[in-house]
C-alpha cells in the first residue's frame, strides 16, 4: 500500500494565523492591564493588520498550496485577502471616531473584526467547501456579535437578531447544497467536483440542485435580490464601522467564492444557468437603486446602495472572463474604498447615541461648515455614482467592458441605465451639502486623528486608481484564477 | 535634474490645492507669496534643467519620462509623461518666468481685491495647465493642458463675474475657442487612426519614414490642428474673443491673453513642425494667415481709444508675425518672437495696469495725458517696451522681427507679398504703439479733477516687476543675434534638434525641386533698411500727429470718414458674426431645440421616468416590513422559483 504522507506547508496559513493571535492578544490584554485606552488596542490591531499584509505579499505568486490541498495560497486568494485586509484596516481607523465611544467593550470589538478577517481569509484560499463553510461560519458569527455589539441599543440588537436568524437560514441552504454535491460526485472539493462534472456533464438533480442551492447561500452573504431583504436592517442597526467593512468584505468573499465556483464547476457554459445569474443581477442592481432614491436616511440609503453595487459585482462574474475576474477585484478594491469613505463620512458627522445626524436634512450646508468631511464625501459619493475622474467610474467601466465582451450588450446596458438612477440619490447627497442652506444648526464633534486619516487615504485611493487605473488593474490581472 | 522634470508642474498644483484648502483664511500677503513661491519654484528647476541640457551632446537634447501609463483601451494608449527637449525648455522657462513676475505684480494690483485668494488659485492652475501643455510627450495629454489654459483663461475672463459684460467676454472666449479646439481634436483623432499611436516621438518618426511630401493625410491633419491654433492663438477669422477678453484683471491679461496661452497655437506648430513640412499646401495657409493677421489687426490698433484694446490688437497682429514664421517655415524665428513678445507685450500690459491704477481704472487714452511727470517707472517702462515692439534695433523685438522678415521673403516657402504685408504692419505696429505712448504719457492731463487728484505711481512689487520684463525686452534678443550682425544666433543653433527632421525633409525635397538656396547678405541689409525706414516713417508720423499738430487726427478722421469709420468699427466683423453665425443658431436652437426638443421631447422622458422610478421606489420600500418572517418568505420564494427554474425546467 501506498502511503503519502500530506503536504502541510505551514506558511500558507501564516496570515490567518497571525491574524488569531493578535485577536486573541486583543481580547487577553485587558484582563492584565487596566484602563486600556481604545486607540492602543486599535495600534495593536493595526500591528496585526500589517504583519499579516507582509505575510500575504510574501506568498504572492509562490501558488502554494497546503494542508494536502485544503488551503490554496494562490494570486487570487491573496489578492481577495488584501483588499479585505485594507477593509479592515479603514474599519479599525472609523471605530476611533466620537459616536463609537459607546461599544461597551473595545477589546471584543477589535478581536471580533480581526476573526471575522480570518474568516474571509479562510473563505478566499480554499476551493474545499467544508473549509469554506468553517471560513463562512467564523466570519458569521463574528458578525452577529458585531452588529450587536451596541448592547444598549435596541436596534443593534434587532440588527443582530435579524442577522442571525436568517443567516442561520441561509447556511442551511449552503450546508444543503455541499451535501448535494457531495452525494453526487463523491467529493467536497470544487476541483474534484468539476472533474466529476467534466466527466458526466452538468446534468442530473442533486447536481444541479446542489449547485442551485450553493448560488442561494452565497447570494444572501452577498445580499443579491431576493435573498436581500436582511441587508437595510443589518446595515442601519449595525454601528458604522461594522456596516462599512460588511458591506465590502463579505460581499467580496461571497463573490471570490462564486467566482471560483462557477470557473471550477462552469455552470456558466449552461444557458439556464446564465439567464439565472443574469435576471438575478438584473434584480439586485433594479431594486438596491430603485428603492434607495426613496430613503430619507443616509446610512439606510448606502444600505441599499450596496445592494445595487452587489449586482455590477455580478455583472462581471457572468462575463466569465479573466478579465471580469480582474474587473471584479479592482471594483472591490475602490468599492471598499469609497465605501468605506462614505461610512466613515456618517460616522465623522454622527453626535452621539441620540444624535447620530443620519438624516439627509443633516447634511444641509455642511459642506462649507466642514470642508474636508465634505469634500471627501462629495468624492465618494461621485464615485460610487460613477463619475470620473474617480475610481467608481473606472472600475464600472472595466465591468461593463468585460460583460460587453462576452456578449452581454443589454444587461450592461440595464446597468447603465441603473447608474443613472443611482446618479439621483448620490447627487442628492452633494446638493444637500453644498446647495442648501442649513435647516438647524448641528452639532458636530471633533474628527479624531484616525478617521481623518482614514478619510485621507480613502479619498487619495479613490482619485487615484480613477486617474492611473493601470498599475492596479495589472496587478489584478496577474491575480486571475487560470482557465480550468 | 532632468529626472526632477514633474516638479515643474508640480510646484503649482501645490500652490493650488494649498490655497484651495487654506487660501480662505490667511492673509492676502500669505496667499501671494505662496502662489509666487510655487512659480518661482518651478522657474528654478527650469532654469537647471536648461543648465543641464545645455551640458548634453548637441544631437541628445531630447529627453522623456514618463510617469505613469494613464489610460490603456485596446490599441489605445496613453501616457502621463513629459518630453523635455531645447523647445520646451524655452516655452518652460518663457511661462515660468513671466508668470513668476506677473504673480509678483499681482500681489500689488489684486490688493484689496474680494477675489484675491481665487484669484492666485486661478492663476496657479493656469500656470500648471500651460505646463502640461508645453512639457506634455503626447497628443492627449497636449490636449488637456490645452483645454486647462482654456477654462483658466474663461475663469479669469469673467473674474469679475458680478458685471455681465465681463461674464460675456468669458463665455465668447470660451465658446469661440470651441470652434477651434473641435479641430485640434479632430486632428489629434486623424493623428491616431493614421499613426496608432498619439506618442509625438512614434508620430513624428513615422510621419517622417512613411509619408512624403505633400500627403493628403498630412495636409489635413496639419489644416485641422492649424484650426485649434486660429482659435486658441486669436488669429483671422476666430480672433473676436481676444479684445473682449480684455474684461478680465490686467495681469491676466498680460499673462494668459499676451504673454502664454495665446501663444500655444505657435508652439503646437513649432512642436508638429515634421507634419507641416510635410504639408506645403497647409504651410501656405498658415502664412497668408498670418501675414493677413499681422496687418488687419494692425488697423484696427490704429483707431481704438482703449488702452488694453490696442494693446489687444497689437497681440493678434504680433501672433500674426508668429504663425507667418511659422508658415515659411521659420519655426525657430517663431518661437524666438514668442518670447521676446512675451517679454515686451507683458511689460506693456502691466504698465497699461499701472496707468489704469493711477486712473481710477479707467482705459480711456483720451482722458489721460501727461502722465509720464506723474508715473516716472511707468513711462520709461513702457517706453522701452514700446521700442521693443516697434522694432527699433537692438532692442529684442527688432532681432526676432527682422529674423521673420527676412525668412518670410528669403524662405523656400516666403515671397515677396508676404513680406510686404510684414512690413507695412511693422511701420503700422510703430504708428500706433507711439500714438499710444504719445496720447497718454505725453501732452496734458485730460482727466477730471476727481480722478486727477488720485493719480500716483504704484507700489513697489509693481514698478519692480515692470522694471524687470522692461530690461528683459531690451536684452531678451541678444541671445538670437542673426548671422548678419556677426551674431552666430544661438537660439535658432540650441533649437535645431527639435526642427532637424523638418530641415531634413525640406533638403531632400529641395534637391529634388533644384531650389537654389543662397541669398546674399547684401539683400537683407536692403530689406532691413526697407523696413526700418517704414517704421520711423510710423513713428515720425505718430509724433507729427500726436505731439505736433494734434488737431490732425480729428482733421484726417473726418476726410476719410467712411474708412475711418470701418476701421474704428472693427471692420464690423463682431457685427457680421452675430448676423450670420451666432442670431441663426441661436433661434435654431430657441425655437426648435429648447423649445420643442428639450422641454417637450427630453424633459417630458426624463420627468416620466423620474416619477416611475420614484413610485417604483415608494412602492417596493412597502415591501420592507421589518419583520423578519416577510423576509424569510421572501428569501423560500427566491429558493423555490430559482430551484423550479434551474432544476426541473
Known amino acids: 500500500m501506498d502511503l503519502s504522507l500530506p503536504v502541510i506547508h505551514i506558511q500558507s496559513i501564516y496570515p490567518q494565523m497571525i491574524l488569531v493571535l493578535f485577536a486573541i492578544i486583543v481580547v ?25 499584509y507582509f505575510s500575504l505579499i510574501n506568498l504572492w505568486g509562490q501558488n502554494l498550496t497546503g494542508f494536502n490541498g485544503m488551503i ?38 477589535y478581536s471580533m473584526l480581526l476573526f471575522a478577517l480570518v474568516g474571509l481569509l479562510m473563505m478566499v484560499s480554499s476551493t474545499n467547501l467544508l473549509v469554506i463553510f468553517i471560513g463562512l461560519e467564523i466570519l458569521s458569527i463574528s458578525l452577529y456579535v458585531l452588529a450587536g455589539i451596541r448592547k444598549m441599543r435596541v436596534d443593534s440588537i434587532e440588527a443582530s437578531l435579524k442577522y442571525f436568524l436568517l443567516g442561520a437560514f441561509a447556511t442551511g441552504f449552503l450546508l444543503y447544497g455541499i451535501a448535494l454535491l457531495y452525494g453526487a460526485s463523491g467529493s467536497i472539493d470544487l476541483v474534484e467536483i468539476g472533474k466529476y462534472i467534466q466527466a458526466n456533464g452538468f446534468s442530473g438533480t442533486f447536481i444541479l440542485a446542489g449547485a442551485a442551492m450553493l448560488l442561494i447561500g452565497l447570494s444572501f452573504k452577498a445580499a ?16 458604522t464601522p461594522v456596516t462599512a467593512f460588511m458591506s465590502a468584505g463579505v460581499k467580496g468573499a461571497a463573490l471570490a467564492v462564486l467566482l471560483r465556483f462557477v470557473w471550477t464547476i462552469a455552470p456558466l457554459s449552461k444557458a439556464d444557468w446564465t439567464i439565472a445569474i443574469w435576471i438575478i443581477a438584473f434584480l439586485t442592481m433594479t431594486v438596491g437603486n430603485v428603492v434607495a432614491i426613496a430613503q430619507s436616511n443616509v446610512k439606510r440609503m448606502l444600505a441599499y446602495s450596496s445592494i445595487a453595487h452587489a449586482g455590477y459585482l455580478l455583472v462581471g462574474v457572468l462575463a466569465g472572463s479573466q478579465l471580469g475576474q480582474a474587473s471584479i477585484m479592482y471594483y472591490l478594491l475602490v468599492y471598499t474604498m469609497m465605501n468605506l469613505g462614505a461610512f466613515g463620512v456618517i460616522s465623522y458627522l454622527g453626535n452621539s447615541n441620540k444624535q447620530e445626524n443620519l438624516n439627509l436634512r443633516d447634511y444641509r450646508g455642511l459642506g462649507f461648515k466642514h470642508p474636508f468631511a465634505g469634500l471627501a464625501m462629495a468624492i465618494f459619493m461621485f464615485s460610487l455614482a460613477g463619475v470620473p475622474p474617480t475610481g467608481g467610474f473606472v472600475g464600472k467601466f472595466y465591468l461593463f467592458n ?83 | 535634474m532632468l529626472d526632477y522634470v514633474w516638479l515643474v508642474p508640480l510646484f503649482p498644483l501645490l500652490g493650488v490645492i ?12 500669505v496667499v501671494g507669496i505662496i502662489g509666487s513661491t510655487t512659480i518661482g519654484l518651478s522657474l528654478l528647476v527650469s532654469i537647471l534643467l536648461l543648465l543641464d541640457l545645455l551640458k548634453l551632446p548637441e544631437h541628445h537634447k531630447i529627453f522623456e519620462l514618463t510617469l505613469f501609463k494613464w489610460i490603456a483601451a485596446g490599441s489605445f494608449a496613453a501616457e502621463i509623461g513629459f518630453q523635455i527637449d531645447p523647445l520646451s525648455v524655452i516655452m518652460m522657462l518663457v511661462v515660468t518666468g513671466v508668470s513668476f513676475v506677473i504673480h509678483i505684480y499681482s500681489i500689488g494690483y489684486m490688493h484689496g481685491d474680494r477675489g484675491f485668494n481665487r484669484f492666485f488659485i486661478f492663476m496657479n492652475l493656469f500656470v500648471f495647465a500651460m505646463l502640461l501643455l508645453v512639457m506634455a510627450n503626447n497628443f492627449l495629454l497636449m490636449f488637456v493642458g490645452w483645454e486647462g489654459v482654456g477654462l483658466c483663461s474663461y475663469l479669469l475672463i469673467g473674474f469679475w463675474y458680478e458685471d455681465n459684460n465681463n461674464a460675456d467676454a468669458g463665455k465668447k472666449a470660451f465658446i469661440v475657442n470651441r470652434i477651434g479646439d473641435f479641430g485640434f ?61 480684455m474684461a478680465g484683471p490686467t495681469p491676466v491679461s498680460a499673462l494668459i491673453h499676451a504673454a502664454t496661452m495665446v ?86 500690459f502691466l504698465g497699461a495696469g499701472s496707468v489704469m491704477h493711477a486712473m481710477s481704472n479707467n482705459t480711456d487714452i483720451r482722458i489721460m495725458g501727461g502722465l509720464r511727470k506723474y508715473m516716472p517707472a511707468t513711462f520709461w517702462t513702457f517706453l522701452l517696451a514700446t521700442l521693443a515692439i516697434s522694432g527699433i534695433p537692438g532692442f529684442s523685438g527688432f532681432f526676432s522681427k527682422d529674423e521673420i522678415l527676412w525668412q518670410s521673403f528669403s524662405s523656400s516657402y516666403g515671397n515677396f507679398w508676404l513680406w510686404i504685408l510684414g512690413a507695412v504692419a511693422a511701420g503700422i505696429t510703430a504708428f500706433y504703439m507711439f500714438r499710444l505712448v504719445f496720447v497718454t504719457f505725453y501732452g496734458k492731463l485730460r482727466a477730471d479733477e476727481e480722478i486727477a487728484r488720485h493719480v500716483h505711481e504704484s507700489p513697489k512689487t509693481m514698478t519692480v516687476s515692470l522694471w524687470i520684463l522692461a ?41 529634388v525641386h533644384g531650389y537654389a538656396v543662397e541669398q546674399g547678405h547684401s539683400l537683407e541689409w536692403t530689406l532691413m533698411g526697407i523696413v526700418f525706414a517704414i517704421v520711423l516713417l510710423g513713428i515720425g508720423l505718430a509724433y507729427l500727429m500726436y505731439i505736433k499738430k494734434t488737431d490732425l487726427p480729428g482733421l484726417v478722421s473726418r476726410r476719410i470718414k467712411p474708412v475711418y469709420q470701418l476701421v474704428f468699427n472693427k471692420y464690423y466683423v463682431d457685427e457680421i458674426y452675430n448676423a450670420l453665425v451666432v442670431q441663426p443658431i441661436k433661434n435654431v436652437s430657441d425655437y426648435l431645440l429648447w423649445k420643442f426638443v428639450d422641454v417637450k421631447l427630453i424633459d417630458g422622458t426624463v420627468n416620466g421616468t423620474g416619477y416611475l422610478v420614484r413610485f417604483a421606489g415608494r412602492s417596493l420600500r412597502t415591501i420592507q416590513t421589518g419583520f423578519v418572517q416577510n423576509y424569510a418568505l421572501v428569501f423560500i420564494l427566491g429558493v423555490v422559483l430559482l430551484l423550479l427554474y434551474v432544476v426541473f425546467i
Not at chain 1, 460583460?403 to 444637500?432: D, H, K, P, T
Not at chain 2, 493625410?217 to 481676444?242: C, D, E, H, N, R
Not at chain 2, 501672433?319 to 524665428?333: D, E, K, N, P, R
Open chain 1, 28 to 52: 487577553i490584554l485587558p484582563l492584565f492591564v487596566h484602563n486600556l485606552k481604545r486607540e492602543l488596542l486599535a495600534l495593536i490591531s493595526v500591528v496585526g493588520l500589517v504583519l499579516a
Open chain 1, 224 to 239: 443579491f435580490v431576493p435573498f436581500h431583504m436582511w441587508t437595510p436592517d443589518v446595515y442601519q442597526g449595525a454601528p
Open chain 1, 402 to 484: 468585460s460583460a460587453i465582451q462576452a456578449g452581454y450588450l443589454w444587461l450592461v446596458i440595464f446597468g447603465v441605465m441603473n447608474s443613472v438612477i443611482s446618479a439621483y440619490y448620490y447627487l442628492r447627497v452633494v446638493v444637500n451639502l453644498y446647495m442648501h442652506e442649513p435647516e438647524k444648526e448641528v452639532a458636530v464633534p471633533k474628527a479624531s486623528l484616525g478617521l481623518s486619516f482614514a478619510l485621507l487615504i480613502a479619498m487619495v485611493a479613490v482619485l487615484q486608481m480613477g486617474i492611473m487605473s493601470s498599475s492596479y488593474f495589472e496587478f489584478f490581472r496577474q491575480a486571475v484564477i487560470a482557465m480550468p
Open chain 2, 263 to 348: 501663444t500655444a497655437g505657435v508652439y503646437m506648430i513649432a512642436r508638429t513642425n515634421v507634419i507641416y513640412t510635410l504639408a506645403p499646401a497647409a504651410l501656405m495657409v498658415v502664412a497668408i494667415v498670418g501675414a493677413l493677421t499681422a496687418i488687419y489687426a494692425a488697423t484696427i490698433g490704429i483707431t481704438q481709444f482703449d488702452i488694453k484694446k490696442v494693446l489687444a490688437y497689437s497681440t493678434i497682429s504680433q501672433i500674426g508675425y508668429m504663425i507667418l514664421a511659422c508658415g515659411v517655415g521659420a519655426y525657430s524665428a517663431g518661437i524666438f518672437h514668442l518670447m521676446t513678445h512675451a517679454f515686451f507685450k507683458a511689460c506693456l
Open chain 2, 185 to 245: 481634436l479632430l486632428g489629434i483623432f486623424l493623428i491616431f487612426t493614421t499613426f496608432g499611436t498619439i506618442d509625438f516621438t512614434d508620430v513624428f518618426h513615422k510621419a517622417a519614414v512613411n509619408f512624403h511630401v505633400g500627403d493628403g493625410t498630412m495636409v489635413a491633419i496639419a489644416l485641422l490642428l492649424f484650426i485649434g491654433a486660429v482659435g486658441k492663438s486669436a488669429q483671422l477669422p476666430l480672433y473676436v474673443w481676444l479684445p473682449d477678453a
Open chain 2, 18 to 29: 494649498f490655497n484651495t484648502i487654506f487660501g480662505w483664511k490667511l492673509k492676502e500677503k
Open chain 2, 471 to 511: 530690461g528683459l525686452s531690451v536684452i531678451g534678443g541678444f541671445i538670437g543675434i542673426p548671422a548678419i550682425f556677426g551674431g552666430g544666433n544661438r537660439f535658432e543653433h540650441f533649437l535645431e534638434p527639435v526642427f532637424e527632421k523638418s530641415a531634413a525633409i525640406r533638403e531632400s525635397a529641395m534637391a
Open chain 1, 72 to 109: 490554496v495560497g494562490d494570486n487570487f486568494s491573496i489578492a481577495f485577502s488584501i483588499i479585505f485586509l485594507v477593509g479592515a484596516f479603514l474599519a479599525v481607523l472609523l471605530s476611533l471616531n466620537t459616536v463609537e465611544n459607546e461599544y461597551l467593550n473595545y477589546s471584543d470589538f
